[in-house]
């Protein structure tokens, strides 16, 4: 067989770097017939297919080139790159861990492993290929950035902020900067996550998510003109990007301008997007269209408290069964309990809570439902604070008590009660007299409540700063006012939490002692 010619090679080259794909293709594929024992020729195919988002057909051409020599790490690492793209996950790991073993210290491999592993939620093994890619080479930012996602979404904020600064300091960009700000973000620090918001706008490259997120952290700072600027502009820069419709459309939503929300969730088609929609048809009181899309909706989703909201509602206003047995009498599942340990040892957890609600510097974030107090931002329970994480613990062990008492009841809320717990939000809400918080539910959680560390003593009326759960409230529009209600008074060191679905709100108190509380929201884990 007559030998692949040198001039023939250089050919193939020059179209590559040409960036001529489809000419590659062709004229390797003709080489290949006459040549398949040439490396070079599957290898530049390879290249060629995989450039044109053909994975699979580039996946055979590193594997034919791999059955001449497996022993070339760079084939490996591609051939594991595609096996990734095509969501073969397992399959990539052996292939990067091949060429790591052929050439221990090949950095692109290691990285490229701890993204497949950190897909997998192999948080531990994908540091540790990260760590080994930093040790090769100090200076690879992305992998120092890698490890400070995961650092965030395990809770330890410190550390991720120290790496993203890291990164930062080696590599400036848009999502170095954007990273930051969601860590600040997620500790409660709202300025320094503006900042770092509008320094990724400045240094990105027009990326949605960093207009919207900007927009929404000055939404929640009271800046209300110029969120509705940022989170406008994003949906501007990308009109199909989910998430910044979605967020938009959470702002005007809130702000009572249903009919525009509306086109923005369902131009979002984001997470709980289609009962945001029923929310708007409602408040519009346009029922005929509500009942028709709720019977489609339910349908489709078995596991939605928002959605129980709106289908109670409406079997209780309209006086018809309700479909929905997401939780059909939530009131009875509503729990009033002790937490022990914020009572023993002379009570050192609770006045270590009140010391750090105090004290601490964590950003507050304006609330329209809340008069005459201070919310919270951030989450609480990923905060360094040694008494924030002693309550979630404590929480945790209630929590469990209450689902092993219930789980032999029939509905899906304690059919698919979550397994593992974790709090998607906790914040801390400080009232003096005159505050209340107005009737609402917690659309984002599975299981709401809150626990009590400062329950004012000196009130005019008994029921004065209680707690009132309803199927009824946030205005919703109402043909009779048959809706039953719960009030619970709590004491300090009590916790009461109930179904996300159902309505509560702070009675207004009248005092000179301040009503202070922990609220939290526990949904279903995603790993």
């Given at each position: ?370 008069f005459s107090g201070t919310q919270s931002s951030g989450n609480l329970f ?146």
């Open positions: 067989m007559k030998a692949l010619s040198q001039s023939e090679v250089q050919k193939l080259l020059s179209l590559h770097q040409a960036g001529s794909d489809k000419d590659v293709i062709q004229k390797a594929q003709s080489l290949i017939k006459d040549h398949p024992k040439e490396i070079i020729l599957h290898n530049i195919l390879g290249v060629s297919l995989e450039k044109l988002g053909l994975f699979s057909e580039a996946a055979l051409a590193y594997k034919s080139a791999l059955t001449i020599n497996p022993e070339i790490p760079e084939l490996n690492l591609n051939l594991g790159a595609m096996l990734y793209a095509l969501k073969k996950s397992d399959d990539a790991v052996i292939y990067y861990k091949k060429a790591i073993k052929i050439k221990p210290n090949f950095v692109e491999a290691f990285f490229n492993l701890g993204i497949v592993l950190q897909s997998q939620n192999k948080n531990k093994e994908a540091i540790d290929a990260y760590e080994k890619a930093v040790n090769i080479q100090p200076g690879f930012y992305e992998a120092i950035a890698n490890i400070g996602t995961i650092k965030q979404l395990q809770g330890d904020l410190d550390q991720a902020i120290e790496l993203f600064i890291q990164s930062l300091s080696i590599h400036e960009d848009g999502r170095g900067n954007y990273n930051l700000a969601s860590a600040y973000r997620n500790q409660g620090n709202l300025s320094l996550a503006i900042k770092y918001y509008r320094r990724a706008i400045k240094v990105g490259s027009g990326e949605a998510e960093f207009y919207s997120d900007l927009g929404d952290a000055l939404w929640h700072e009271g800046k209300i003109e110029e969120a509705n600027q940022f989170l406008r502009m994003a949906v501007k820069v990308n009109p199909s990007h989910p998430r910044a419709n979605y967020q938009l459309a959470i702002f005007l939503y809130d702000n009572k301008e249903f009919d525009d929300a509306i086109k923005y969730f369902e131009a979002s088609g984001f997470e709980d997007w289609e009962e945001r929609v029923l929310y708007c048809m409602y408040k519009l009181e346009k029922f005929n269209e509500f009942k028709e899309k709720l019977s489609v909706v339910i349908k489709k989703k078995n596991c939605s408290p928002f959605l129980a909201t709106l289908s109670k509602h409406y079997s209780q206003n309209f006086k018809i069964k309700d479909s929905y047995n997401f939780c059909p009498n939530p009131l009875e599942l509503v729990a009033h309990e002790k937490v022990e340990e914020l009572l023993a040892e002379d009570e050192k957890l609770k006045n270590q809570l009140l010391y750090d609600i105090k004290t601490s510097e964590i950003a507050e974030r304006k609330q329209s439902r809340l990923k905060r360094s604070e040694a008494s924030f994480r002693a309550l979630e613990i404590a929480l945790k062990k209630v929590i469990k008590k209450y689902y092993d008492k219930h789980k032999g009841k029939h509905c899906e809320f304690i059919n698919s009660f979550p397994k593992n717990y974790v709090f998607s939000s906790s914040w801390f809400v400080r009232m003096q007299s005159g505050g209340h918080l107005t009737s609402h539910i917690h659309e984002d959680g599975w299981l709401s409540g809150a626990v009590y560390l400062s329950i004012p003593k000196k009130t005019k009326n008994r029921n004065e700063g209680a707690i009132e759960l309803s199927t009824d409230g946030d205005d919703y529009p109402k043909l009779h006012q048959e809706f039953p209600k719960k009030i619970i008074l709590p004491e300090d060191g009590d916790v009461i939490f109930f179904p996300s679905s159902v309505f509560h709100r702070t009675i207004p108190f009248e005092s000179r002692e301040e009503r202070i509380c922990i609220a939290f929201d526990l949904r279903p884990s995603l790993q």
